[in-house]
């Protein structure tokens, strides 16, 4: 059930991922101050790669170190379509290279994260 429900929730929040960044927000983001949707994006490509580490590392059984650099490519990948397809495909968005390196930054923030715990539960053993 677990190993199902994982792969749900990572497919799930990248498809809501996928929407939020191509949906018109001007009028959320109006109100926040300058360059604090960065912290959003950092947040955001974070969790994606956690959900997806924890879906391949979990469910398909893939070995930690894979998981991780599955995960944190497909994220970074993900990020770079999304901020071209931002700039190509919808009127109110732009393409922001700032927005991309919020995402890998958050991406890596993660995978920092993710080896960190790895590598404390394999000294407590």
Known sequence: M???GLCFLSVAYT??????SLLNVNSITQELPTNSDK???AMAHGILTSFWFLTLSVTFNIKVLKSVIYAAG???IFGVIIEVLQGTITQNRVTDFNDILANVLGTVVAVLII??????ELKNK
């Open 2 to 4: 677990l190993k199902k």
């Open 15 to 20: 498809c809501v991922l996928l929407l939020a």
């Open 39 to 41: 912290v959003l994006h």
């Open 74 to 76: 497909a994220a970074i």
């Open 115 to 120: 080896l960190g715990l790895r590598f404390k």
